[in-house]
T-cell receptor, first 112, second 113 residues
């Protein structure tokens, strides 16, 4: 079992839909959780950065962390064609353990 | 803030050749990371520098790979005697400290003929 599991999709939604992306993890020591967006042939771009459990909102994006269930989510409201990309969840222990462990990424297409 | 810069963006080489990639981190970021990403996978950690000191190397980094960060500024990643399995996107990231998010460059895509 990989440390971080993420459904690779692909996921296809109509413009304006609410998108839900999820990751599960097995290492209970993970404390910092990130979502990155990656367009084709580009590097990952940081979208959300959260510490510990709870919700964090930034514009159309909401990140949720449930440490008791070892489950994180990213919600995208009013999705746009420009949101079409691969979404990667990432996490690390923090402190002296800086290595990011990534999911495989979910390929999202938002159709106009 | 000009972001993390990587050069070249794409490198095509024949099997057995040596290649070198460069990464310029965000200025004043003292931590620099290298990752490798293959098609359909998330990035995997290769190595990490704090200033000029290389503090950790993944077991993915065979002895054909070497990374340096002279003077704690830019970094280079060299692969000697390239193999087909080295074909991947090599990503560089930087951060101010380990509890701050890592920011990535656009990577160097390596293709081995």
């Amino acid at each position: 079992q990989k440390e971080v599991e993420q459904d690779p999709g692909p996921l296809s939604v109509p413009e304006g839909a609410i998108v839900s992306l999820n990751c599960t993890y097995s290492n209970s020591a993970f404390q910092y959780f990130m979502w990155y967006r990656q367009y084709s042939r580009k590097g990952p771009e940081l979208l959300m950065y959260t510490y510990s459990s709870g919700n964090k909102e930034d514009g159309r994006f909401t990140a949720q962390v449930d440490k008791s269930s070892k489950y994180i989510s990213l919600f995208i409201r009013d999705s746009q064609p420009s949101d079409s990309a691969t979404y990667l969840c990432a996490m690390n222990v923090g402190g002296s353990n800086y290595k990011l462990t990534f999911g495989k990424g979910t390929l999202l297409t938002v159709n106009p | 803030d000009t972001g993390v810069s990587q050069d070249p963006r794409h490198k095509i080489t024949k099997r057995g050749q040596n290649v070198t990639f460069r990464c310029d981190p965000i200025s004043e970021h003292n931590r620099l990371y290298w990752y490798r990403q293959t098609l359909g996978q998330g990035p995997e950690f290769l190595t990490y520098f704090q200033n000029e000191a290389q503090l950790e190397k993944s077991r993915l980094l065979s002895d054909r790979f070497s990374a340096e960060r002279p003077k704690g500024s830019f970094s280079t990643l060299e692969i000697q005697r390239t193999e087909q399995g080295d074909s991947a996107m090599y990503l560089c990231a930087s951060s101010t400290n380990s509890n701050q998010p890592q920011h990535f460059g656009d990577g160097t895509r390596l293709s081995i003929l």
